[in-house]
């Protein structure tokens, strides 16, 4: 599912500057912000999803990159809603709603939701939402991490 993910990132038009010094480096918080559409709001899990994304803006603002930094990653979120939203939109056109099973997803909607792991993601960005739970708990890879996943 990973690599779907990946590819579909990369399909929205939204990448990383190769010209960034690697302190200030957001590529991993932008490519987990895209991916979290399609981990979260394509199975029709749009709350968590949006907690999952306010999440990673709150640790990209307690990392130590630069203004500029800061700044690029959050023109890139903007523009990654934008791409995602119309891409959703398309894709509940496409299949009279939100699909079942994702291509490239080796389960379905349904059992990913149903399954140990989401429920343990569900509970973090539960308790971060209703402000029991630090930015942290949800982000727990480092600033300077190269791939960030819920």
């Given at each position: 599912m990973?690599?779907?993910?990946c ?9 990383p ?19 979290s ?30 203004a ?18 119309a891409?959703?939109a ?25 399954s ?9 960005l ?7 739970a ?17």
């Open positions: 990973r690599k779907l993910l590819c579909l990132v990369m399909i929205a038009g939204v990448g500057v190769f010209g960034d010094e690697a302190p200030d480096r957001t590529d991993a918080f932008e490519k987990a912000y895209a991916a559409f399609y981990e979260f709001d394509a199975c029709g899990d749009g709350l968590a999803g949006r907690a999952y994304r306010i999440a990673l803006s709150a640790k990209v603002k307690q990392c130590p990159f630069s500029d930094a800061k700044t690029r990653f959050v023109a890139r979120a903007a523009a990654q809603r934008r791409k995602s939203s891409m959703m398309k894709l509940i056109e496409d299949n009279g709603g939100l699909p079942v099973r994702l291509e490239g997803m080796t389960r379905s909607c349904r059992e990913q939701m149903d140990a792991e989401y429920r343990e993601i569900k509970t973090r539960d308790a971060y939402a209703a402000g029991k630090s930015v942290d708990t949800v982000v727990t890879q480092p600033c300077d991490a190269t791939d960030i996943a819920p």
